[in-house]
């Protein structure tokens, strides 16, 4: 599976959701997109889920002629987000095209 880090996402995260491929929105050089410029740039490039604390992502009304999921984590803290791995990993497996899905990190 394809996961796009969106910026604010630590990417020291990248080596506890292996075995996913992780890219970051860096790395495609899209850090001055729109979140509709990087949605639909992520699922051009097949993305399947796009990983964000950006609360604003939202999917669209269109969500069913989405193709990619967005999971959003509550929080940017390295320290908390490492306690949530699993719950970040089922977030990450459980969660279909066109859907949206929070994880609240505490």
């Known amino acids: 599976m394809r996961i796009l880090f969106d910026q604010g996402i630590p990417v020291r995260l990248r080596k506890l959701i292996l075995p996913h491929q992780v890219e970051t929105v860096f790395e495609h050089g899209w850090g001055l997109c729109t979140n509709s410029e990087l949605l639909t740039k992520a699922q051009e490039e097949g993305i399947d889920v796009l990983l964000t ?10 969500s069913s002629e989405q193709n990619i999921a ?3 984590l509550s929080s940017t803290s390295w320290p908390k ?3 949530a791995t699993v719950s970040i990993q089922q977030a990450i ?12 990190i505490l």
């Open 70 to 72: 967005i999971v959003v």
């Open 53 to 62: 604390t950006d609360q604003n992502h939202g999917i669209g009304e269109n």
């Open 93 to 104: 497996e459980h969660t279909s095209p066109g859907e949206l899905h929070e994880v609240s």
């Open 81 to 83: 987000i490492q306690t």
